[in-house]
Protein backbone atom coordinates (compact mmCIF):
# COMPACT_ATOMS: atom_id res chain seq x y z
CA UNK A 1 0.00 0.00 0.00
CA UNK A 2 1.56 3.70 -0.98
CA UNK A 3 0.47 6.35 1.14
CA UNK A 4 -0.07 9.60 -0.06
CA UNK A 5 0.26 12.79 1.74
CA UNK A 6 -2.33 15.59 1.05
CA UNK A 7 -1.52 18.05 -1.25
CA UNK A 8 -0.80 20.80 1.72
CA UNK A 9 1.63 18.51 3.47
CA UNK A 10 4.88 20.29 2.24
CA UNK A 11 2.92 23.58 3.60
CA UNK A 12 1.96 22.46 6.40
CA UNK A 13 5.83 21.12 7.31
CA UNK A 14 6.96 24.62 6.41
CA UNK A 15 4.52 26.22 8.60
CA UNK A 16 5.59 24.04 11.28
CA UNK A 17 9.32 24.47 11.06
CA UNK A 18 8.99 28.52 10.68
CA UNK A 19 6.74 28.24 13.90
CA UNK A 20 9.42 26.24 15.97
CA UNK A 21 11.63 28.85 14.29
CA UNK A 22 9.65 31.81 15.89
CA UNK A 23 9.38 29.77 19.59
CA UNK A 24 12.74 28.88 19.87
CA UNK A 25 13.87 32.70 18.62
CA UNK A 26 11.33 34.45 21.03
CA UNK A 27 12.55 31.81 23.86
CA UNK A 28 16.48 32.80 23.16
CA UNK A 29 15.95 36.41 22.77
CA UNK A 30 14.15 36.67 25.94
CA UNK A 31 17.21 34.32 27.77
CA UNK A 32 19.74 35.98 26.53
CA UNK A 33 18.49 39.52 28.05
CA UNK A 34 18.30 41.09 24.36
CA UNK A 35 15.58 43.27 24.83
CA UNK A 36 16.92 47.07 24.49
CA UNK A 37 20.11 45.75 22.92
CA UNK A 38 19.26 44.52 19.75
CA UNK A 39 16.03 44.61 17.54
CA UNK A 40 14.07 41.32 17.55
CA UNK A 41 13.63 41.62 13.95
CA UNK A 42 17.37 41.82 13.41
CA UNK A 43 18.02 39.14 15.94
CA UNK A 44 15.21 36.60 14.40
CA UNK A 45 16.95 37.04 10.91
CA UNK A 46 20.32 36.58 12.11
CA UNK A 47 18.86 33.33 14.11
CA UNK A 48 17.31 32.08 10.90
CA UNK A 49 20.14 32.73 8.74
CA UNK A 50 22.61 30.74 11.77
CA UNK A 51 19.81 27.54 11.10
CA UNK A 52 20.21 27.77 8.01
CA UNK A 53 24.07 27.60 7.95
CA UNK A 54 26.08 24.05 6.89
CA UNK A 55 29.28 23.26 7.80
CA UNK A 56 29.03 25.37 10.97
CA UNK A 57 31.00 23.97 14.20
CA UNK A 58 29.97 26.34 16.91
CA UNK A 59 26.55 26.86 18.98
CA UNK A 60 27.39 30.91 18.53
CA UNK A 61 25.80 33.35 16.71
CA UNK A 62 27.84 36.94 16.09
CA UNK A 63 25.34 39.97 14.47
CA UNK A 64 26.73 42.97 13.39
CA UNK A 65 23.51 45.86 13.42
CA UNK A 66 24.89 48.35 10.40
CA UNK A 67 21.63 49.87 10.47
CA UNK A 68 22.73 51.32 13.80
CA UNK A 69 25.21 54.40 14.04
CA UNK A 70 28.81 53.43 14.62
CA UNK A 71 28.70 55.26 17.95
CA UNK A 72 26.35 52.59 19.08
CA UNK A 73 27.58 48.99 20.29
CA UNK A 74 26.32 47.23 17.82
CA UNK A 75 28.74 43.79 17.23
CA UNK A 76 26.87 40.54 19.31
CA UNK A 77 28.41 37.50 20.56
CA UNK A 78 25.46 35.14 21.50
CA UNK A 79 25.82 31.83 23.04
CA UNK A 80 23.17 29.78 21.60
CA UNK A 81 23.64 27.01 23.91
CA UNK A 82 23.63 28.87 27.52
CA UNK A 83 21.70 31.80 26.18
CA UNK A 84 23.86 34.11 27.06
CA UNK A 85 25.25 37.74 25.37
CA UNK A 86 28.87 36.93 25.48
CA UNK A 87 30.12 40.23 24.10
CA UNK A 88 28.63 43.11 22.98
CA UNK A 89 30.80 46.03 21.42
CA UNK A 90 31.96 48.85 18.72
CA UNK A 91 32.79 47.97 15.31
CA UNK A 92 33.93 49.97 12.05
CA UNK A 93 32.48 49.77 8.44
CA UNK A 94 34.07 50.55 5.29
CA UNK A 95 35.36 54.14 4.68
CA UNK A 96 33.24 54.04 1.44
CA UNK A 97 29.77 52.73 3.48
CA UNK A 98 29.06 56.25 5.07
CA UNK A 99 30.36 58.48 7.97
CA UNK A 100 28.79 57.84 10.80
CA UNK A 101 26.03 55.20 9.53
CA UNK A 102 26.50 52.99 7.23
CA UNK A 103 24.37 53.44 3.75
CA UNK A 104 26.18 52.30 1.08
CA UNK A 105 27.62 47.87 0.41
CA UNK A 106 29.28 46.26 -1.67
CA UNK A 107 31.08 42.87 -2.91
CA UNK A 108 33.26 44.55 -5.40
CA UNK A 109 36.90 44.05 -4.58
CA UNK A 110 39.06 47.16 -3.95
CA UNK A 111 35.73 48.90 -3.07
CA UNK A 112 36.48 49.79 0.58
CA UNK A 113 32.97 48.83 1.49
CA UNK A 114 31.07 46.85 3.98
CA UNK A 115 29.47 43.70 2.64
CA UNK A 116 26.39 41.79 4.17
CA UNK A 117 25.26 38.60 4.86
CA UNK A 118 25.87 35.47 6.37
CA UNK A 119 29.68 34.40 6.96
CA UNK A 120 31.21 31.78 8.35
CA UNK A 121 34.36 32.18 10.59
CA UNK A 122 37.51 30.39 9.24
CA UNK A 123 41.27 30.39 10.59
CA UNK A 124 43.40 33.14 11.96
CA UNK A 125 46.76 34.88 11.39
CA UNK A 126 49.04 37.92 11.97
CA UNK A 127 49.33 40.27 9.46
CA UNK A 128 49.57 43.95 8.69
CA UNK A 129 46.23 44.46 11.55
CA UNK A 130 47.75 42.55 14.11
CA UNK A 131 45.81 38.87 14.93
CA UNK A 132 43.13 38.73 12.27
CA UNK A 133 40.42 35.83 11.44
CA UNK A 134 39.40 35.37 8.18
CA UNK A 135 35.53 35.30 7.17
CA UNK A 136 34.27 33.31 4.13
CA UNK A 137 31.05 34.51 2.79
CA UNK A 138 28.34 32.29 2.17
CA UNK A 139 25.90 34.88 0.73
CA UNK A 140 25.62 34.98 -2.87
CA UNK A 141 26.50 38.25 -4.76
CA UNK A 142 26.77 40.00 -1.42
CA UNK A 143 29.55 38.86 0.26
CA UNK A 144 31.19 35.88 -1.40
CA UNK A 145 34.29 38.04 -2.39
CA UNK A 146 34.74 38.27 1.54
CA UNK A 147 38.21 36.12 1.27
CA UNK A 148 39.52 37.40 -1.81
CA UNK A 149 38.91 41.07 -0.52
CA UNK A 150 40.36 39.92 2.88
CA UNK A 151 37.44 40.86 4.70
CA UNK A 152 38.92 39.84 8.19
CA UNK A 153 37.86 40.64 11.80
CA UNK A 154 40.96 42.61 13.57
CA UNK A 155 41.32 44.91 16.36
CA UNK A 156 42.19 48.83 15.62
CA UNK A 157 42.95 51.45 17.54
CA UNK A 158 40.35 53.92 15.97
CA UNK A 159 37.35 51.77 17.26
CA UNK A 160 37.24 53.21 20.86
CA UNK A 161 35.36 55.42 22.84
CA UNK A 162 38.31 58.29 22.78
CA UNK A 163 37.80 58.62 18.80
CA UNK A 164 34.34 58.66 19.01
CA UNK A 165 34.71 61.90 21.16
CA UNK A 166 37.14 63.19 19.53
CA UNK A 167 35.34 62.86 15.99
CA UNK A 168 31.73 62.38 16.18
CA UNK A 169 31.52 59.03 14.43
CA UNK A 170 33.62 55.40 15.04
CA UNK A 171 36.74 55.67 12.84
CA UNK A 172 36.80 53.35 9.17
CA UNK A 173 38.22 50.48 7.93
CA UNK A 174 38.72 49.60 4.63
CA UNK A 175 36.01 47.34 4.59
CA UNK A 176 36.48 44.78 7.50
CA UNK A 177 34.55 44.72 10.51
CA UNK A 178 37.35 45.78 12.53
CA UNK A 179 36.78 45.63 16.83
CA UNK A 180 38.16 47.33 19.94
CA UNK A 181 41.72 46.26 20.67
CA UNK A 182 41.53 45.00 24.01
CA UNK A 183 38.91 42.96 22.90
CA UNK A 184 40.18 41.26 19.68
CA UNK A 185 42.17 38.47 20.71
CA UNK A 186 39.19 37.20 23.20
CA UNK A 187 36.17 37.56 20.98
CA UNK A 188 38.41 35.94 17.30
CA UNK A 189 39.57 33.02 20.17
CA UNK A 190 35.70 32.37 20.99
CA UNK A 191 34.06 32.72 17.48
CA UNK A 192 37.04 31.60 15.28
CA UNK A 193 36.72 27.73 13.42
CA UNK A 194 33.34 27.50 12.10
CA UNK A 195 31.20 29.58 13.91
CA UNK A 196 28.47 32.12 11.84
CA UNK A 197 28.35 35.78 11.77
CA UNK A 198 25.32 37.83 10.22
CA UNK A 199 25.71 41.30 9.18
CA UNK A 200 22.55 43.43 8.39
CA UNK A 201 21.59 46.69 7.60
CA UNK A 202 17.74 47.85 6.74
Avoid at 32 to 59: E, M
Avoid at 71 to 80: P, S
Avoid at 98 to 113: M, P, T
Wanted: positive net charge; proline residues 2%.
Amino acid sequence: MVCLLPLNASAHVIHTERKNVNIVADYVYQKADLKGKIGYNVFKKAFIAYNKTRGKKKSLLTIIDYSMPSTEKRFYVIDLKSNKLLYRTYVSHGENSGRLIADDFSNRVNSHKTSLGTFLTEGTYHGGNGYSLKLNGLTRGENDNALKRFIVIHGAKYVSESFIKRNGYLGRSWGCPAIPTYLTKKIIDTIKGGSVIFAYAK
